[in-house]
Structures are given as structure tokens and as C-alpha cells.
């Protein structure tokens, strides 16, 4: 059971959570550089509780940053954009909290409420709202299944905080959010949702934070022992290498404050003998032999051959570097990049009904039924 | 000395209100039907106070509706915004508000506050932040002498409710409730700033709710005796008939939240006797004889002659129909209408240098340098 974050995990952290982050929740990079550094300051590691030892009647929040990946990568954080909007939520409510929640375990939103715990001198739970990260903020499983979408708290870099005190919906929340965060520069730090300890228990998903630590220490390993990482990793998330191929072309425009794009990867074929220097055996043997065409908004969404469905929302998509598995986000893309396409399935609190109408293919606008891959995430 | 607004002084208030909102500030046909009917129900008249007497250490906000009056005029209010949005920041703030201030007179913002006072039990101030209406919350006297920006309240018709507690400047918090407003569908009631009643009366142009009553009750007298008013209402407010004509071209566009556009009236001439039916002998006699282009966002901002300018922010430019005084909000422009363009001098806090950082010709993009009418508003 894991009880701290030490600097001796978050490198490992860093990549599980990139590849839980399916290209999205924000680059790793920076957040993991912060972290070591807030540890280092701070003197100490990052505490974990476990949901379940959280008092009932306690309140706890979930907490990341909300905007696009391609600006959070090139505009700088303050740094204590999180703790600035937990303290006013906390001043609003007359309240303490008492434990941070991770809104989404994928990407740096993994690290970035450890930075904030740290500053607030609070524990993190090992869990969080999505099992990996999805582009909107009603997508969680906290909104999904019932918690209040107010109060909410936003900030940014310049210490501008607002909160949302009366919020119809969980969507009208992500509408007004995403407005706002446009307007604060297209990133900002969000609050969201405020629970007591029993709403966390029914409502979150156990034992991501190990989970990410988990595979990003087999990622360390495969690359320790000079094994390409894709198959290890497939296998311990119960997935599978959907595709290796090259990227041939990204297509990415940040638009709405999200980055949306689409991205063709061509299979190696056996044509291409330069291309097949190092290739494995189960490379050369699975997968379909054509161009796979990946939509993304911030994270990747579905995965088609030919027009085929593979891979759909809420099952995880992610690309990593075929060499050594390091996940690359949507705002890294470019031509040219080796890559093995993970396919894994959703952790199964997103395969409910009341999920799938917040996250199934549906949701995004695809006129696809959701086709879960066997097994779950955890 | 007013004490009360009844029943007997909506309409007058209403027109006096429209004149001085230099064609912004919301129409005031819905207001005033909703004031009256918040008098009826309530069954009490809306007490006025002196800024003078209010308590130095109570608290007083400003309030008015945000957004284009384009916007205003159609979507529905639920009738109760300002309240909520006033609740909100009295529970925010563990205070209650002493006072509610109108914050601009102009258009129906000068009765919505009002709405809200009878609703929340509480008196209105004899006065406001602009002596007229402006198109941007950091052009009142509230902002531009000091107060603070934050926190600030933004409720809309669907009871959803936000509240700024940290912003950096007033602009900023323009920036951010344009962009929230946007969202919420165009329109929104804003609470801002929270005052002591000392930085009130530092701050505050005092009387123009009195003079918006005056004003109306001179255009009805006017009505009744059959005086076109134009030239009535002018010499009111130490101001001019600056042009009298029919409209010719409006170009409008509802854009980032506001209406701009401009507007050109062609002069009466005697080229065109049909046209010269009823017209007076000031109308003949005065003013140029070309096509007058006035600039909107929102408000009128520049009167241009051929070029030549003749007005500008924060001199007040109002059109009203020629015959019977109706101000004409830049919402309702349209070919054909016969107007009288009155230039009215602002009122003296609008003119100092501070001031004119704000609400001069230069804040709004014009390259003029403001060059006063004689005399002041008030």
C-alpha cells in the first residue's frame, strides 16, 4: 500500500501517469521538475492516504489544471496556482479540507496536486476521477455519479481567483471553466468537485497514484534491461499493442481551449527493410498492416483502420516512443516519431451506462457505439 | 430632497434614465414595467437615501446588468439576478449591505437596481458611478478613484452565480466578466465594487437619480403642452442641441459582447420641403448642415461632421425622437427615424485627469484629445 511520494518515485510516477494521460492532462516535464523541487524545499514527501481512511464527514476536493496542453506546456505556472484556489474555497466555505484528490491521474495533472498538497501541507489520495484524463471537467467520476458541481474555485498565475458558488449542471460548470480559462490565457487551476469522505468513497477510483507509479517503474525496467517497453506495459494495464508504425502526419489546431487534431500512422511493412532495424517479433507479426487515424481533443479519443473502429473513449489510447516507452502527449506529436499504440481498457467505473452518456464515443460527437476491450484497467 | 421613488415617478425616471444613457445602459421599457410591478407587489415605494447618510463603515455595492443591449432587449431576465448576486456576496463576505447604488443612471440600469432594492428590502442611493452610461465596468467613478475590484458578483437568469475574489485591476475584471457574461448568454447582473460608505461618499456623483426624475418629468411637460423637447431637455443638463435629422444608415454588429456599429443622420435642409413639416425654428436655424456620424459601442462615444469632430466621451450624446423627447437606445436605431442629437457636458468627476485615462475619446481607440463642452452635467 503505497503511503508517501518520494523523489526516488516520481520519475516513475511522471511516466505511468503519461501513459494513463492517453496524450492529454498536461506534459509531465514541468510538473515533475516542480515536484522534486517542492519536495526537496518542503523537506519532505508527499503523503498518501488511502480513500477509505478518509472520515466520512471530512471534506476533501479534486484539483488540476484545466486548459489545453499545448498552451500549459509553453506558459509558465506560478506555481501556487492550486493552493491559492483551495485556500479561497476553504475561505469561502468557512471549512478545512483535509485531504487533496486528483482530479485525473493522466499526465502532469497527476503531479500537480502533489505540488499543491505539499504546499498545503495535506495528504493525497491514491486515486482519482478518471483512471487516466479526458478533456472536460464533467467527465469524472465524482460529477458522474452525483457530486455537486458547486462550489468550484479557478485560478491563474496572476492570483485572479473565482468561484462558482450556484452552477446548474456539471456542464454548465465546464462551459463557464473553460470560458474563463480561455480568458486567464487558456490554462488555469481548478477546484472540483468539494466532497465530504463518503461522497469520495462511492465515487472514486481506487489505487491509480500506485497504479501510475507501477507502470512507469516497468517502463524503467524494460529500458534498464534495453527492452522495448509497449508490450510490458500493454500487459500489466490487461491492454494491448494496437499499432507500431511512424507517424505520417498531425493535424493539431488549439481551438476553444482545447487541442484538437487528428494524427495517421503508417504501419512498418516489411517493403521498408530501413524501417525494420530493431523491430521485434510481435511487431512485425500483430496488428493491421494500413494507416491507423487517431482524433484527439487534448487526449486520444479513437483509434480507426480504413474506417474500422478499434479503439474508442472510455478505453484508453495512448502512443509511446517504440525505443522506450516514454508517453507522448497530443501537444508533442509531429512527423516522423516511432511509436507503439497502447490500447487499454477503462477502469470499469467509466463502462456504466451513467458513464458512457459522459464519456462514450457518443459524447464526443462519434456515431459509434462504445465496444469495450476485455478485462478492466484495475 | 428625493426620499422615495413611487409609482408616479417611474416613467419620468425611465426617460430622464434613457436620456442621460447616451443610448446604452439597456433599454428601460422592460425595467420600468418591472419596477412598477415590484412597487405593486411589494406594495411599497423604493426608498431613497443621500449618499451623505450613509454610515462610513456600512457596506454598499453597485449593481447593474452587463452586456449588449442588443442582447438585453430580448433574453428575458429572471427578474431576480441582482439579488442573488447580492446574496452571494453578502454570504461570501459574512456582511450584510447596507445600501444598494445604482451603478450607472443610465438606461434600465438605472431601475434594475432599484427592482433589486425593493426585493432585498433595502434603500437605493441618490446618485451613481458614471452620470450617464458606459460601456466597460472599469469606467465608473467607484473604480477609477480607488476601489477595489474584487470581490465581485456575476448571477445569471438561470441562477447560476459566480464570484471573482481576487482579480488585479479593474480592467481585468472587465476582461473576465465580458468573456463569463458572453457565456452566460449576453447578459448578466454584476455586484461591484463593495464600498464603505466612506469610499462611497469619495467617490460617488451624487443626485443623478434626482435628475433623471427632473429630466423625464421636463419631456412629459414638454408632451403635454406640444413642445417638441429637445431643446428643453438640452438646456436642463447645460447642454446643446447638437444636430436634428432624419437617420440615414446604422451599420450594428453585436460583437465580443457588445453592440457596435455607427450611425449617420442627414441633415433637415430646405432642398427637401416634405420633410420640413413641423419642424421649429431652432432646428432651421442651427447647427451644421451635413451628414453626422456618430460611433456606438453600446453608448454614442463620437459625433464626426465631415470629419470634424463636434463630441466626444465623456460629453454626454443622446439621440431622442424629434417630436415627443423618447430617447432612442443604440439597440433601436433605424433608417428613418427623426431625431434630435443632444450633447450634453459631463458631470465634473468625469473630467479629471484620471478620469479621462478611462472614459476620455483616447481609452476608447480615438486618436482626439478630449476637448470639453462648457459647464458640467450636474
Known sequence: MLRSVTLNDTQAIAIGAGILGTGGGGSTYLNRLRLDNEIRQQGCDVAIVQADDVPDDALVCAVGGMGAPTVSNEKLQAGDEIKTAVRALENHLRQKIHAIVIGEIGGGNALGPMIAALQLGLPVVDGDGMGRAFP???????????????????????GNVSIFTRIGSAEQAEEFARSLTIEMGGS????????????LK???????????????ETVLECRARSIEPAETIAALCHGKVLFTGKIIDVERRTVAGFARGRLKISAF???????????????????????????????????????AVLCTVPDLLTLVTLEDGEPIGTESLRYGLRVAVLAMPAPKELKTPEALAVVGPRAFGYDVDFSPMAGDLL
Open 136 to 158: 472536460e471537467l464533467q467527465m469524472d467520476t465524482f460529477m458522474i455519479y452525483g457530486a455537486a458541481p458547486a462550489p468550484f474555485a479557478l485560478a491563474d498565475s496572476h
Open 188 to 199: 488555469a487551476a481548478l477546484v472540483m468537485p468539494v466532497m465530504t469522505g463518503a461522497e
Open 202 to 216: 462511492a465515487t472514486v477510483i481506487r489505487d491509480t497514484v500506485s497504479l501510475a507509479k507501477r507502470i512507469g
Open 269 to 307: 511493412t516489411p517493403q521498408h527493410p530501413t524501417q525494420r532495424i530493431g523491430d521485434s517479433a510481435p511487431r512485425e507479426a500483430g496488428g493491421p498492416r494500413g494507416v491507423l487515424e487517431i482524433d484527439f481533443q487534448n487526449e486520444n479519443l479513437i483509434a480507426r483502420d480504413n474506417g
